[in-house]
């Protein structure tokens, strides 16, 4: 499977090393025409005004909205969740505007407070899964269609809407392909 990674910004080298762990072929993409083949997306954290000021910048944020309008899998990893959600608390940024969600920006706080914490995700086991919380997004609303996947404290962190996934933790800068693998195996089927 040939996965495109979205190279703007932000942690996509170690989504690459992921997918190449895991079996799959990655393609940096940074220009539309990089598009082309392409089976699944990924859109890894960063900052997510700055990802969606230069997805607009490089003729991106069309193409990879019908993309994914059109059954595309595609997942956000923490910017790339915000990027992907209907709407933005107290922002007007760009986005793709995909997912029914809205999510409030560096929810848990600034750089200072990020965090880690061992998550429970029936869908990747028992074995609890090591969340890396960088000012992280969550979800304050999600609509009917969107399945949560897990919470911390009560607050949205990982949804599911068809083929599009959602994390507001960073699964790439991890030792575990869990997460990795559910996207290939299970969205991107």
């Known amino acids: 499977m040939l996965v495109g990674v979205l190279a703007l910004q932000g942690a996509f080298r170690e ?23 392409v089976e699944a997306l990924i859109i890894p954290g960063g ?7 230069l997805m607009v910048e490089f003729d991106l944020m069309e193409p990879i909205r019908r993309l994914g309008e059109e059954g595309m899998p595609i997942w956000g990893t923490c910017a790339g969740m915000v990027l992907l959600a209907k709407d933005i ?20 706080g600034r750089q200072v407070d990020s965090f880690e ?12 899964f090591r969340g890396v919380f960088i000012r992280a997004p969550y979800a304050e609303e999600v609509h009917p269609g969107v399945e949560v996947l ?20 960073h699964p790439e800068l991890t030792g575990d392909v869990r997460f990795h693998r559910y996207f290939l195996n299970t969205v991107a089927s």
């Open 15 to 37: 989504h690459m090393e992921k997918l190449e762990g895991c079996g799959a072929q990655g393609r940096e993409i940074r220009k539309p025409h990089e598009l082309e083949g």
């Open 47 to 53: 900052e997510s005004t700055t990802i969606g000021r």
């Open 89 to 108: 608390i107290d922002s007007q940024q760009p986005r793709l505007a995909l997912i029914d969600m809205k999510v409030r920006r560096n929810a848990f």
């Open 117 to 128: 914490l061992d998550l429970t995700i029936p869908l990747l086991g028992e074995k609890p």
């Open 150 to 169: 897990a919470t911390v404290d009560g607050k949205v962190v990982a949804v599911r809407q068809g083929k599009l996934l959602a994390t507001a933790f």
